[in-house]
């Protein structure tokens, strides 16, 4: 059973920059799914933030995707969110989540099935 | 981007009950990419259905799911205490994939 974990520093600073990392256990980083960064605030809900392949292609989410760098370290089995220029409405309980494909007989797609428990992150001085 | 809005927005019923939960696209969802979570205090959204009216592995089939277009609709069929939870519903026909404010049941 696939494991996902969020790590980095709960509080960051205004304008600064937030990092962190999704350590996954259980699985492989691998061609049968996408690995992808969501946030829930009591103001925007859930968003979806990023998403990247084993081989590195990445999706962003256009509203965020000017201060968003999302990547892979298959030889570690994690991958990493990084934001930029950070502001209060970048507090949230961060989650990365792991798509996988589904089937319903006549077509296919990704639905997020396995998150991490999610880690509050404060911008805040 | 594609605006999904639920309703209602919060509901107290009793066990045994029947409940359909809505969700509503800004724009026609072409290929049905719609799918339902459930997420209770503390922990992170679990995925019910996808595909409309699909049942991930787990769900219970109490948990229904139906609707096309713009207009979806997930049906619990007999309440239970363990159905609490706040319920949102995620598109993903376009892009970016967007979910919906949430319904919150409360059993």
């Known amino acids: 059973q696939v494991h996902l974990q969020e790590s980095g520093p709960g509080l960051v600073r205004p304008s600064g920059t937030l990092s962190l990392t999704c350590a996954v ?66 507090t949230a309980v961060y989650y990365c989540a792991r798509d996988s494909l589904f089937s319903t007989g006549s077509d296919s797609h990704f639905y997020f099935d396995s998150w991490g428990q999610g880690t509050l992150v404060t911008v805040s001085s | 981007e594609i605006v999904l809005t639920q309703s209602p927005g919060t509901l107290s019923l009793s066990p045994g009950e029947r409940v ?26 679990r995925l019910l259905i996808y595909g409309v009216s699909h049942r991930a592995t787990g769900t219970p089939d109490r948990f229904s799911g139906s609707g096309s277009g713009t207009e979806f609709t997930l049906t619990i069929s007999r309440l239970e205490p363990e159905d609490s939870a706040v319920y949102y519903c995620l598109q993903h026909t376009g892009s970016p994939r967007t979910f919906g404010p949430g319904t919150k049941l409360e059993i």
Do not use: M
């Not at chain 1, 084993?54 to 990084?82: C, E, M, W």
């Not at chain 2, 290929?31 to 209770?40: E, P, S």
């Open chain 2, 20 to 45: 359909s939960l809505s969700c509503r696209a800004s724009q026609t969802l072409v290929n049905n990419y719609l799918g339902w979570f459930q997420q209770k205090p503390g922990q992170p959204p």
């Open chain 1, 25 to 90: 256990s259980g699985d492989s980083i691998g061609p049968d799914h996408w690995w992808n960064w969501v946030r829930q605030s009591p103001e925007k809900g859930l968003e979806w933030i990023a998403g990247i392949s084993h081989s590195g292609t990445t999706s962003y989410n256009p509203s965020l995707k000017s201060r968003v760098t999302i990547s892979v370290d298959k030889a570690k089995n994690q991958f990493s969110l990084i934001l930029t220029s950070v502001t209060a409405a970048d």
